[in-house]
């Protein structure tokens, strides 16, 4: 099997060479293994091509769900599929698929797992597999890529920071024919169902159905924020929450309000049009 490994060296704590324990993994196999370093000047196009060079029935992408995104853009809609090896500070799409941190695990799942057909939504032009969302985790999200720290410290100052400026927003939702105004915290668009922290925050969807949901967070509780941020062992119940599946939608906010996919920040937005791409790639489970 050839296989194409997209690392990130900048993900998680960028303690540990996952390019050695990787050839150091495959030397006494007959797979050909194939490793892109991320670096800051590398493009997509690059990838692409490599990609089509080598011709690899699987791409492993090492590091976060930033990783991961950016590896499901490269096979989009092709027969390659798509691995994870969990590397970042939230893994929301390895823990969406229960793989675990276990190296050794990871890459033998990569190898030995079966490929399944999930769909995927496209959002303002970008492609999500997992999670997107407009408000206070999108806030969130933005604080901790400004931040040095990693890991749970940093979201911890990062929430902190989110909390001080958050406010609601006013936002109206056409789906299935009709068009709803709420007043929310957030709103998730959910290709999938749970967060890096372990917060499984769309309860009714799934990865291989053929919609979306689009949850509706309209009060949160300090102590329903800790606890999807900090994964503690209480069951996560936010407050007044409502959720609608479709398979496509346009949400346009009254405020310029932040935006994030997939745990990356996009920006500010008061339009969102988002569609469901179904059998979009498929994922090694």
Request: hydrophobic residues 45%; contains cysteine; glycine residues 8%.
């Amino acid at each position: 099997m050839t296989l194409y490994f997209i690392v990130n060296p900048s993900s998680g704590n960028q303690q540990t060479n996952f390019a050695e324990i990787i050839t150091q993994y495959f030397e006494s196999t007959a797979h050909q293994v194939h490793i892109f370093i991320l670096s800051d000047h590398c493009t997509i196009d690059e990838i692409r091509q490599e990609i089509v060079n080598y011709v690899p029935q699987r791409v492993i992408a090492v590091g976060g769900d930033g990783t991961v995104k950016l590896a499901a853009e490269c096979i989009l809609g092709s027969n390659i599929a798509l691995a994870i090896i969990p590397a970042g500070s939230a893994n929301g799409m390895a823990r969406e698929i229960n793989l675990t941190n276990d190296i050794t695990a990871a890459l033998e799942l990569a190898v030995q797992g079966t490929p399944k057909l999930i769909h995927g939504l496209r959002i303002n032009g970008e492609l999500s597999i997992h999670l997107a969302d407009i408000g206070l985790n999108a806030r969130i999200v933005k604080k901790f890529q400004s931040l040095n720290e990693r890991g749970m410290l940093g979201y911890a100052k990062a929430t902190w920071r989110a909390l001080k400026r958050h406010k609601k927003m006013h936002i109206a939702i056409h789906a299935n024919g009709k068009t709803i105004l709420k007043k929310a915290e957030m709103v998730v668009l959910a290709n999938g169902t749970t967060y890096g922290t372990g917060v499984k925050i769309n309860k009714t969807g799934s990865l291989f159905d053929h919609q979306f949901e689009i949850i509706v967070i309209k009060w949160f509780s300090l102590i329903e924020l800790l606890k999807m941020y900090f994964n503690f062992k209480f069951k996560f119940n936010p407050f007044k929450t409502e959720i609608i599946q479709t398979t496509m939608a346009t949400l346009d906010i009254k405020e310029n309000t932040v935006f994030q996919i997939d745990g990356e920040y996009i920006g500010k937005v008061r339009h969102v049009d988002v569609k469901l791409i179904p059998n979009a790639l498929y994922l090694i489970t």
